[in-house]
C-alpha cells in the first residue's frame, strides 16, 4: 500500500472539513476536482441533495453553512483503497450546526463515500463526496435555556480577514 498517498488522502479529507467549518470557501474549492460531484443525503433539506461541478457544490455550502452559521464536522476511522492515480474513502462522520438566527442546533451521524483521483501535479482531489444520514437530531436553542455560544471568535475573525 502507497503510505504516503494514504497520508495525503487523509489531510485532503480533513482540509475540506476544517475549510468548511471556518468558512474558507477558496480553500475548499482546492480540494476539490472541478467535475467534482457530491451527494448529500439529509432529512433537514427533505429529499436527497445532489451537485454536479466544484463551483456548485461550493456555491451551495457557501449559502447553506455561510454567515451565521457555526459549524464543526469530524470523520474518522477511515477506510481508504487506493489503485494507482485514483482511490475510495470511507469515513465516519459526525457534525453540529448552530443555527442562532432560528435557535437551532442540528446534530448528526452518517459515513461519507469518497472517491479521490491524484491530478496533474500529483496532488489528490476530491472527485465525488456524500453520505446518507444514520440521523439527524435536531434541538431548539429555547429548550436550553443555559445555552451560550462563546466559542465563535475565532472563525469570525478568520471570516473577517479574508474579506478585508
Same mark, same amino acid.
Given at each position: 500500500?502507497?503510505?504516503?498517498?494514504?497520508?495525503?488522502?487523509?489531510?485532503?479529507?480533513?482540509?475540506?472539513?476544517?475549510?468548511?467549518?471556518?468558512?474558507?470557501?477558496? /480553500?475548499? &474549492?482546492?480540494?476539490?476536482?472541478?467535475?467534482?460531484? =457530491? *451527494?448529500? +443525503?439529509?432529512?433537514?433539506?427533505?429529499?436527497?441533495?445532489?451537485?454536479?461541478?466544484?463551483?456548485?457544490?461550493?456555491?451551495?455550502?457557501?449559502?447553506?453553512?455561510?454567515?451565521?452559521?457555526?459549524?464543526?464536522?469530524?470523520?474518522?476511522?477511515?477506510?481508504?483503497?487506493?489503485?494507482?492515480?485514483?482511490?475510495?474513502?470511507?469515513?465516519?462522520?459526525?457534525?453540529?450546526?448552530?443555527?442562532?438566527?432560528?435557535?437551532?442546533?442540528?446534530? /448528526?451521524? &452518517?459515513?461519507?463515500?469518497?472517491?479521490?483521483?491524484? =491530478? *496533474?501535479? +500529483?496532488?489528490?482531489?476530491?472527485?465525488?463526496?456524500?453520505?446518507?444520514?444514520?440521523?439527524?437530531?435536531?434541538?431548539?436553542?429555547?429548550?436550553?435555556?443555559?445555552?451560550?455560544?462563546?466559542?465563535?471568535?475565532?472563525?469570525?475573525?478568520?471570516?473577517?480577514?479574508?474579506?478585508?
Amino acid at each position: 500500500m502507497d503510505l504516503v498517498a494514504l497520508e495525503e488522502i487523509k489531510r485532503l479529507k480533513h482540509r475540506y472539513l476544517r475549510c468548511v467549518d471556518t468558512k474558507d470557501w477558496d /480553500g475548499l &474549492a482546492d480540494t476539490l476536482a472541478v467535475d467534482a460531484t =457530491a *451527494d448529500y +443525503g439529509t432529512p433537514v433539506y427533505g429529499s436527497p441533495l445532489h451537485f454536479d461541478g466544484r463551483d456548485a457544490l461550493v456555491a451551495f455550502l457557501r449559502d447553506k453553512l455561510g454567515e451565521g452559521m457555526t459549524t464543526t464536522h469530524f470523520a474518522t476511522q477511515p477506510e481508504i483503497d487506493i489503485d494507482g492515480a485514483e482511490a475510495v474513502g470511507r469515513w465516519a462522520f459526525q457534525d453540529t450546526v448552530i443555527v442562532e438566527a432560528h435557535r437551532l442546533v442540528i446534530t /448528526g451521524a &452518517a459515513y461519507y463515500e469518497d472517491r479521490y483521483r491524484r =491530478a *496533474d501535479g +500529483g496532488r489528490w482531489r476530491i472527485t465525488h463526496t456524500g453520505y446518507e444520514r444514520i440521523y439527524e437530531a435536531m434541538s431548539s436553542l429555547d429548550d436550553l435555556p443555559s445555552f451560550r455560544l462563546t466559542a465563535n471568535r475565532w472563525a469570525v475573525e478568520q471570516v473577517a480577514s479574508r474579506e478585508g
